[in-house]
């Protein structure tokens, strides 16, 4: 229980600015970046895991951006 609370505080912290109301691709996002491999598990089978190459996309875009601005 006492990582669960942990994990949620670190959640809340990464989230955006909201009104109390956040979209599930962002909860997601949120989720895929502090620990992927929990992401997969959760995502597991339901409609969530079609999010994975889009998250995986834009990390690579995101590496790319890194590089190139390293030179």
């Known amino acids: 229980m006492t990582r669960l609370r942990s994990r949620l505080k670190a959640l809340e912290k990464a989230l955006p600015e909201h009104d109390g109301m956040c979209a599930l691709v962002e909860l997601c996002r949120v989720i895929w970046r502090l620990d992927k491999e ?3 598990k959760i995502a597991g089978h339901s409609s969530c895991r079609l999010l ?3 998250f995986e996309r834009e990390d690579a875009e995101r590496r790319s951006k890194l ?3 390293r030179g």
């Open 38 to 40: 929990a992401f997969r």
């Open 52 to 54: 994975i190459p889009q």
């Open 67 to 69: 590089r190139c601005a």
